[in-house]
């Protein structure tokens, strides 16, 4: 039963179809968009499409930047020897929140899942690989510290060894999930120091 009309009933779908919305705050966000002045509904509209028209990925790292080049790789002050392996843009903007890792990054969007069918052709890991070629001195593997986050660094650790290349861990993963804002600098920076060679 179609209780709202069909058009408000499309709007609730595709709110609901966003990650963490369920229906309930998909039918609030849906009320509170109809009762927005139409200048302010447009301008949410356009700056949607407009971020995804431009969002695009850093064509060294992988993150997410409006730029050819993010600002980490643009850095020239920044030691691009020293590759930071996140699984993805949070992770990154996490520890570059804690303003002392020196390093760059390469983000992988996502980590290599068996049950969910998402293996290393999946992820990022051909474009670190091709980065590898260059002059690194060391890859530190920040990955979360889930079944899958833990597969995928024993993964990169055993093809950056085999390219001579020294791999470390973080004391501890990255926490699984969109929590990063919880960690708090201080455990990232914990973890970051007392990293261990694999
Ligand atoms: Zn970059």
Redesign the pocket.
Known sequence: MDYYGSQISKLIQELSSLPGVGNKSAQRLAFHIIGMPDDKVKQLADTIVSAKANVKY??????L?DKE??D???DETRNHKQIMVVENSRDLAAYEKTGRYKG??HVLHGVIAPMLGIGPGDIRIKELLIRLQGDVDEVIIATSSGVDGEATAMYLSKVIKSAGIKVTKIASGMPVGGDIEYTDEVTLLRALEGRTEL
């Open positions: 850093c064509k060294c790292c992988g993150t930047t080049l993010c980490v790789c643009a760059v990054y």
